[in-house]
């Protein structure tokens, strides 16, 4: 099936793009794989009929959130003799895998256990603009308040932080 | 197969663990937060996609809020660390250790 081939092509560039994050040493070269995460995640969610995240995956995340990190990693100069001296990072990558592998594999036997059913890609605006926003709009309106409260704080407390040494004190 | 999509977010929530306990860059530990995250949405939407509920696309928009207003904070904190210290490592980032 072309959909189970698309499937296996994204998500073997999502974990390689992951993989690449926790291996390579310099922070943008990091970025730039986890950008290639990212853009086959947004993919993927198109293979799940979510229309409107995929849109907010690419423009929200792949663009403006990247973009800002990509920026201040940029913005900071780093020098390779700024980065931390990881000579034991391979080992500490490996014992990571092994503390974290019971816990995959434990998800796994979950995962396991539950129904099988179908992910063909749906018609009849499932995952649409205008279905998603009726329902943010009307079943969840207190968590989205919640949530733009949420992001005025972190923009009053972005400004205080990063903001004049005469703010600050 | 939606399990597929879901053996794909442990994988990739595991890989975001591993890159928070065992590397020391900054830039790193919060990218693989955000790892974490993004393995998360891929399991809401994917929940939505069995039940045909689009509750589970709401709550991926709202994890990307919460991860835009994390990405904003975290990044002028390590600015100002940056300022401070002119390190990027966590190691030297100690300063809560009393």
Same mark, same amino acid.
């Given at each position: 099936?072309?959909?189970?081939?698309?499937?296996?092509?994204?998500?073997?560039?999502?974990?390689?793009?992951?993989?690449?994050?926790?291996?390579?040493?310099?922070?943008?070269?990091?970025?730039?794989?986890?950008?290639?995460?990212?853009?086959?995640?947004?993919?993927?969610?198109?293979?799940?009929s979510?229309?409107?995240?995929?849109?907010?995956?690419?423009?929200?995340?792949?663009?403006?959130?990247?973009?800002?990190?990509?920026?201040?990693?940029?913005?900071?100069?780093?020098?390779?003799?700024?980065?931390?001296?990881?000579?034991?990072? #391979?080992?500490? @990558?490996?014992?990571?895998? +092994? %503390? =974290? !592998?019971?816990?995959?594999?434990?998800?796994? /036997?979950?995962?396991?256990?539950?129904?099988?059913?179908?992910?063909?890609?749906?018609?009849?605006?499932?995952?649409?603009?205008?279905?998603?926003?009726?329902?943010?709009?009307?079943?969840?309106?207190?968590?989205?308040?919640?949530?733009?409260i #949420?992001?005025? @704080?972190?923009?009053?407390? +972005? %400004? =205080? !932080?990063?903001?004049?040494?005469?703010?600050? /004190? | 197969?939606?399990?597929?999509?879901?053996?794909?977010?442990?994988?990739?929530?595991?890989?975001?663990?591993?890159?928070?306990?065992?590397?020391?860059?900054?830039?790193t530990?919060?990218?693989?937060?955000?790892l974490?995250?993004?393995?998360?949405?891929?399991?809401?939407?994917?929940?939505?996609?069995?039940?045909?509920?689009?509750?589970?696309?709401?709550?991926?928009?709202?994890?990307?809020?919460?991860?835009?207003?994390?990405?904003?904070?975290?990044?002028?904190?390590?600015?100002?660390?940056?300022k401070?210290?002119?390190?990027?490592?966590?190691?030297v980032?100690?300063?809560?250790?009393?």
């Amino acid at each position: 099936m072309f959909a189970d081939g698309l499937f296996l092509g994204f998500a073997v560039l999502a974990v390689l793009g992951a993989a690449g994050l926790v291996v390579f040493r310099h922070p943008m070269n990091g970025a730039m794989s986890f950008v290639v995460t990212l853009i086959s995640l947004a993919g993927l969610y198109a293979l799940l009929s979510a229309k409107l995240i995929f849109a907010l995956q690419l423009i929200v995340y792949a663009g403006a959130i990247m973009s800002l990190i990509v920026f201040i990693i940029m913005f900071l100069n780093i020098q390779p003799s700024d980065l931390p001296k990881e000579e034991t990072k #391979l080992v500490y @990558i490996l014992g990571g895998l +092994a %503390v =974290v !592998l019971p816990i995959g594999l434990f998800l796994a /036997k979950i995962v396991k256990s539950l129904p099988l059913s179908s992910t063909a890609i749906l018609g009849n605006d499932f995952g649409g603009v205008k279905q998603v926003g009726l329902l943010l709009f009307k079943d969840w309106l207190v968590p989205f308040e919640i949530v733009s409260i #949420l992001l005025l @704080i972190s923009l009053i407390g +972005a %400004v =205080v !932080l990063a903001g004049k040494k005469e703010a600050v /004190k | 197969m939606i399990h597929s999509y879901l053996y794909l977010s442990i994988i990739l929530f595991c890989l975001g663990i591993v890159g928070v306990i065992s590397r020391r860059n900054v830039f790193t530990v919060f990218m693989s937060i955000e790892l974490m995250l993004n393995a998360a949405n891929l399991a809401f939407v994917a929940f939505a996609r069995v039940h045909e509920s689009m509750d589970g696309h709401v709550l991926a928009m709202m994890v990307m809020a919460v991860a835009a207003a994390e990405a904003a904070l975290a990044l002028a904190v390590v600015i100002l660390l940056h300022k401070h210290k002119s390190k990027l490592d966590t190691n030297v980032f100690s300063l809560l250790k009393g």
